[in-house]
T-cell receptor, first 110, second 114 residues
């Protein structure tokens, strides 16, 4: 399977703490995209990092990419209860198809 | 970002029947995709919906089971045929405006089979 892996599978933290999720992928990529999914709903696009970028920020989100290790991480700072969701990374190749990771279920306790 | 409307949002169907899911994008897009998300799992790409030609299917998915239409640059349908309990999943469409652009998703169709 080409599917990527994410760890941890589940993460429980207190409000105000930081959450870090890691993603490993198997294919060569043009970009790596991160998504949030709230309880079986559609996916919300969070951030896209290109293969020639090493770090990107958007609000409380920080994404890093290491193409030599085929890995990426998503950091959510100062987490809120509303951040509770599943988070997925997706590797984007030349054909624009996305290969998703297994996902991390984040629970932020108020 | 592209706004993607998908309908129905959910349905409950009898075994052996078919369901057609519609996906409408608010602007012209080059690429549209259909994904399946089985319960508690991640997303798996079913096919790429090409405008003006047949869809391109991923390994494990066939046209007879998942026929797709793409009549123009803003619309696509996915039909799930001859439904069985194993087809109970969330089906999502997505689109992006070109290579290297963010891929945006509809809210998904939650399908349950009786």
């Amino acid at each position: 399977s080409q599917q990527g892996e994410e760890d941890p599978q589940a993460l429980s933290i207190q409000e105000g703490e930081n959450a870090t999720m890691n993603c490993s992928y198997k294919t060569s990529i043009n970009n790596l995209q991160w998504y949030r999914q709230n309880s079986g709903r559609g996916l919300v696009h969070l951030i896209l990092i290109r293969s020639n970028e090493r770090e990107k920020h958007s609000g409380r989100l920080r994404v890093t990419l290491d193409t030599s290790k085929k890995s990426s991480s998503l950091l959510i700072t100062a987490s809120r209860a509303a951040d509770t969701a599943s988070y997925f990374c997706a590797a984007g190749g030349a054909t624009n198809k996305l290969i998703f990771g297994t996902g991390t279920l984040l629970a932020v306790q108020p | 970002s592209a706004v993607i409307s998908q309908k129905p949002s959910r349905d409950i169907c009898q075994r052996g029947t078919s369901l057609t899911i519609q996906c409408q994008v608010d602007s012209q897009v080059t690429m549209m995709f259909w994904y399946r998300q089985q319960p508690g799992q991640s997303l798996t790409l079913i096919a790429t919906a090409n405008q003006g030609s047949e869809a391109t299917y991923e390994s494990g998915f066939v046209i007879d089971k998942f026929p797709i239409s793409r009549p123009n640059l803003t619309f696509s349908t996915l039909t799930v045929s001859n439904l069985s309990p194993e087809d109970s999943s969330i089906y999502l469409c997505s689109a992006n405006r070109g290579e290297g652009q963010p891929q945006h998703f509809g809210d998904g169709t939650r399908l349950s089979i009786l």
